[in-house]
């Protein structure tokens, strides 16, 4: 028993020696993060505003400030080195609309492709004529039945042979 107890000491200290992430230590900025000092740090909480800000040893500054509208809304910012020494900062807004950050490094969307812009354009004429599409199959618009009467779903089919006794109940 004594020898089964010393074998699982010894697995414990050899796997808390093995860090299943060697890449996070040879980071160029881990040796500034992992005991970066904070420089300064503002605070001031009310009841329905805050604002905040700070900084630390290893460049890293944020800001925020933010009030009680609806919920919250906030703007405020951050910035910080990368591992590639260039200093990156987002700037932000937060409220019903989402989060909106802007950021020199941060990807932009594509621009909305040609056709797609066309048929949003038709889309508003035609709800601006009365004409409103609601997504449903109608048959007649194209060409599966002389109009839409005659098409049967099939929820109706379902029902009509529970009501002529088709199905029977199962017997145990």
């Not at 505003?49 to 800001?63: D, F, P, Q």
């Not at 990368?82 to 987002?90: A, F, K, L, T």
């Not at 009467?149 to 088709?166: K, L």
């Given at each position: 028993?004594?020898?089964?107890?010393?074998?699982?000491?010894?697995?414990?200290?050899?796997?808390?020696?093995?860090?299943?992430?060697?890449?996070?230590?040879?980071?160029?900025?881990?040796?500034?993060?992992?005991?970066?000092?904070?420089?300064?740090?503002?605070?001031?909480?009310?009841?329905?505003?805050?604002?905040?800000?700070?900084?630390?040893?290893?460049?890293?500054?944020?800001?925020?400030?933010?009030?009680e509208v609806d919920g919250i809304e906030a703007q405020g910012g951050f910035q910080f080195t990368?591992?590639?020494?260039?200093?990156?900062?987002?700037s932000y807004t937060a409220g019903q609309a989402g989060v909106q950050a802007l950021g020199e490094?941060?990807?932009?969307?594509?621009?909305?492709?040609?056709?797609?812009?066309?048929?949003?354009?038709?889309?508003?004429?035609?709800?601006?004529?009365?004409i409103i599409d609601d997504g449903q199959y109608n048959p007649g618009k194209y060409g599966g039945?002389?109009?839409?009467?005659?098409?049967?779903?099939?929820?109706?089919?379902?029902?009509?042979?529970?009501?002529?006794?088709?199905?029977?109940?199962?017997?145990?």
């Open positions: 028993m004594q020898l089964y107890i010393i074998a699982i000491a010894l697995f414990g200290i050899a796997s808390a020696a093995y860090s299943p992430y060697p890449e996070q230590s040879n980071r160029p900025q881990a040796a500034y993060e992992k005991n970066a000092r904070i420089l300064a740090y503002e605070s001031d909480v009310k009841e329905d505003s805050y604002r905040y800000n700070y900084e630390t040893e290893n460049g890293i500054k944020a800001e925020e400030q933010g009030r990368g591992d590639d020494g260039r200093v990156y900062s987002v490094h941060l990807p932009t969307p594509p621009p909305t492709p040609e056709a797609i812009l066309k048929a949003l354009e038709q889309n508003a004429r035609d709800e601006a004529a009365g039945a002389a109009s839409a009467a005659a098409f049967v779903p099939q929820q109706n089919y379902a029902r009509a042979q529970a009501s002529t006794g088709f199905r029977k109940p199962y017997k145990y």
